[in-house]
């Protein structure tokens, strides 16, 4: 078999991994034409098919492709590892960190986190994925992230949960509101108005289950899976919705609505990192980790939550 390049497996993992080629030249952000070249180069060398090509399908993957993508997978995690350690070498920590993020909850603490890392780690760099609370654990799961940052209830088997914070629940509403100057509100007085609702996987019917359990019917006027929509729309005085991080736009007084604390009796969503249990991670990863604890302790991630006076 010919000499293979990392560039090469790195592009035959793409492949197994989103199962298209055309998903793996967009994810890599190359062309197809590359990604087409480096399987036939390995298969030619391997002398076997590691896909078969499916019209209308994409690729699919066959039984010594399996066991190759596996070994692949494992030797460039080994790898990035590897590259991460020598670097540190000279005692400067250096590599890439790939975080997946819930998308509804990140922006308010993530920021500030990663700055004050780079502070004390410059030579790191983050590549960052957002998605709901279901796709985060599956970029962990399929190694596209070394860390997720997400609700504890998502987390799946051979996952740990590391908490960050436990985060109540609170109503968003226009800053027009009536509700807006309160120090409280109730789901009763909630269920009085009309609910803009945030139509992502779990969320969708998450926050009406709370209505239906406090034995309350919820109005729900307006939905979408685009959270700065959801916010637009009350800001607008459309109605209200309920979440549990606050908005970035809230806690600096802007963006035109109010978070306000809810004051029933709801258990409260722990929110924190998640990672793969088995996974050894390379030491920027850990270094990232040990700096969340950090914070955690010194209370940064409160802001993300709204709370009683």
Same mark, same amino acid.
């Given at each position: 078999?010919?000499?293979?390049?990392?560039?090469?497996?790195?592009?035959?993992?793409?492949?197994?991994?989103?199962?298209?080629?055309?998903?793996?030249?967009?994810?890599?952000?190359?062309?197809?034409?590359?990604?087409? %070249?480096?399987?036939?180069?390995?298969?030619?060398?391997?002398?076997? =098919? $590691? /896909? @078969?090509?499916?019209?209308? &399908?994409?690729?699919?993957?066959?039984?010594?492709?399996?066991?190759?993508?596996?070994?692949?997978?494992?030797?460039?995690?080994?790898?990035?590892? /590897?590259?991460?350690?020598?670097?540190?070498? !000279?005692?400067?920590? @250096?590599?890439?960190?790939?975080?997946?993020? +819930?998308?509804?909850?990140?922006?308010? +603490?993530?920021?500030?986190?990663?700055?004050?890392?780079?502070?004390?780690? #410059?030579?790191?760099?983050?590549?960052?994925?957002?998605?709901?609370?279901?796709?985060?654990?599956?970029?962990?799961?399929?190694?596209?992230?070394?860390?997720? /940052?997400?609700?504890?209830?998502?987390?799946?088997?051979?996952?740990? +949960?590391?908490?960050?914070?436990?985060? #109540?629940?609170?109503?968003?509403? *226009?800053?027009?509101?009536? $509700?807006?100057?309160?120090? *409280?509100?109730?789901? &009763?007085?909630? %269920?009085?108005?009309?609910?803009?609702?945030?139509?992502? #996987?779990?969320?969708?019917?998450?926050?009406?289950? $709370?209505?239906?359990?406090?034995?309350?019917?919820?109005?729900?006027?307006? @939905?979408?899976?685009?959270?700065?929509?959801?916010?637009?729309?009350?800001?607008? =005085?459309? !109605? +209200?919705?309920?979440?549990?991080?606050? #908005?970035?736009? *809230?806690?600096?007084?802007?963006?035109? /609505?109010?978070?306000?604390?809810?004051?029933?009796?709801?258990?409260?969503?722990?929110?924190?990192?998640?990672?793969? *249990?088995?996974?050894?991670?390379?030491?920027?990863?850990?270094?990232?980790?040990?700096?969340?604890?950090?914070?955690?302790?010194?209370?940064?991630?409160?802001?993300?939550?709204?709370?009683? %006076?």
């Amino acid at each position: 078999m010919s000499n293979l390049t990392i560039k090469q497996l790195r592009y035959v993992e793409a492949a197994g991994r989103t199962g298209s080629i055309a998903a793996a030249a967009l994810d890599l952000n190359i062309s197809q034409s590359s990604i087409t %070249a480096a399987i036939d180069a390995m298969e030619a060398g391997l002398g076997f =098919d $590691l /896909f @078969t090509r499916v019209p209308a &399908k994409g690729l699919m993957i066959t039984p010594a492709g399996q066991q190759s993508l596996a070994l692949i997978s494992d030797f460039l995690g080994n790898f990035r590892e /590897f590259e991460t350690e020598l670097g540190a070498v !000279g005692g400067t920590s @250096t590599g890439i960190i790939r975080l997946a993020c +819930f998308a509804a909850a990140a922006a308010s +603490f993530l920021p500030q986190a990663i700055a004050e890392f780079q502070r004390i780690h #410059p030579g790191i760099r983050f590549e960052m994925v957002e998605g709901n609370m279901d796709t985060v654990t599956e970029y962990l799961e399929d190694g596209r992230a070394d860390l997720a /940052f997400s609700y504890r209830e998502v987390m799946r088997e051979g996952q740990t +949960f590391q908490p960050l914070i436990e985060l #109540p629940h609170f109503a968003l509403v *226009s800053e027009q509101s009536p $509700l807006a100057g309160r120090h *409280s509100v109730t789901l &009763k007085e909630l %269920a009085a108005r009309p609910m803009i609702r945030l139509n992502l #996987p779990r969320s969708s019917a998450y926050y009406p289950d $709370l209505f239906r359990k406090a034995g309350l019917e919820v109005e729900t006027v307006h @939905t979408s899976t685009s959270l700065e929509m959801v916010r637009t729309m009350v800001a607008a =005085d459309l !109605g +209200f919705t309920v979440l549990n991080a606050q #908005p970035l736009a *809230s806690i600096d007084g802007r963006g035109g /609505f109010r978070a306000v604390p809810i004051s029933d009796i709801l258990p409260a969503r722990a929110f924190g990192v998640v990672t793969q *249990s088995r996974v050894r991670q390379p030491r920027a990863v850990v270094d990232f980790q040990t700096h969340c604890n950090a914070l955690r302790n010194a209370g940064h991630f409160e802001r993300m939550a709204v709370r009683p %006076a």
